[in-house]
C-alpha cells in the first residue's frame, strides 16, 4: 500500500514537473524577496518532508548553525510527522504548500480552500499552531488562489532564486553527474545572490544534499547572514 502511494506521487510529481516546465514560475502579485538593506538571505525548502532527505537537510542546517523555512505537503505531513517535529522544534520557519501538491490556478472555490485549510488543520494536529506562511506548487498563483489565501490569514512568498534542484528528483546521478549539477547550481545561485533574495530548495534528491554546505559555504563567505520568514515577514 504504502509503495503504490510512493509509485504514484512519483508519477505525480513527474507531470507536474512537465507542467511547471511548459507553464513557468508565475508569482502573480506574490512577493518574491523581502526587503532589506542587510546582507540577509532566506533558505527555504519545498515539497517535505522527506523520509530519504529531510533529516539529512536538517543534519547540514544544523552542523552549519542555519535556520531555514521549510513549505511542507499536508498528505506527506500526516506520514512523517516526527519530521514536521523536528523541524519546528529546530528553530526553522513553516509555512503551507497545499494538502496534495496540486496547481492551485487550475482550480477555484471550494478545492482551492480545502487545499489550504485541510494543511492548516494538519499542523494544528501535530505542532498545536498553524504557522502563518503559504506557498502555491510550482509558484502558480492567481488572483482567486491570492484571496483564498488572504481568507486563512496567510502570507504568501514566492523566490527570487530557483536553484532548480528538482530537476533531478528520483534520477539515478553518478558521482560525476552530481558534481556537474551542483557546479550548475553554484554557479546560478553566485550570480543571483542580493539582499532580501529568497533562494528555492526542495527536500530534495542526491544534489540538494551535495550542493547544500557549498550554497551555505559560499554565501557566508559573500559576508551574508541566513535568516528565517519569521525575522522578516
Ligand atoms: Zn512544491
Keep these: 500500500m504504502i509503495h503504490k ?4 506521487f512519483a508519477l505525480f510529481f513527474l507531470i507536474f514537473s512537465l507542467l511547471s516546465f511548459i507553464f513557468p514560475y508565475n508569482p502573480d502579485g506574490m512577493p518574491t524577496d523581502f526587503k532589506t538593506n542587510k546582507k540577509q538571505v532566506v ?4 515539497d517535505g518532508p522527506s523520509y530519504l532527505y529531510t533529516d539529512k537537510i536538517l543534519d547540514i542546517l544544523k552542523s552549519n548553525n542555519v535556520k531555514a523555512s521549510f513549505f511542507l505537503i499536508g498528505s506527506r505531513m500526516i506520514e512523517y510527522p516526527d519530521l514536521v517535529r523536528r523541524i519546528s522544534r529546530e528553530g526553522h520557519s513553516l509555512g503551507n504548500h497545499t494538502y496534495n501538491h496540486i496547481r492551485l490556478d487550475q482550480y477555484v472555490g471550494q478545492r482551492v480552500d480545502d487545499e489550504i485549510a485541510e494543511t492548516s488543520r494538519v499542523y494544528e494536529n501535530i505542532l498545536g499552531f498553524v504557522p502563518k506562511y503559504f506557498r502555491p506548487p510550482g509558484g502558480r498563483m492567481n488572483k482567486t ?12 512568498i514566492g523566490w527570487s532564486i530557483n ?5 533531478y528528483r528520483d ?3 553518478d558521482t560525476e553527474m552530481i558534481a556537474k549539477k551542483v557546479s550548475a547550481v553554484m554557479s546560478h545561485i553566485e550570480s543571483q545572490l542580493k539582499p532580501g533574495a529568497v533562494i528555492l530548495m526542495h527536500n530534495g534528491n542526491e544534489v540538494s544534499l551535495a550542493v547544500l554546505p557549498k550554497v551555505i559555504a559560499y554565501i557566508h563567505s559573500k559576508g551574508y547572514t541566513f535568516v528565517t520568514l519569521s525575522q522578516v515577514m
Design 5 to 8: 502511494f510512493k509509485h504514484k
Design 43 to 46: 533558505l527555504t525548502f519545498d
Design 145 to 156: 488562489v491570492l484571496s483564498t489565501v488572504a481568507s486563512h490569514k496567510l502570507i504568501p
Design 163 to 167: 536553484a532548480n534542484d528538482f530537476l
Design 171 to 173: 534520477q539515478q546521478l
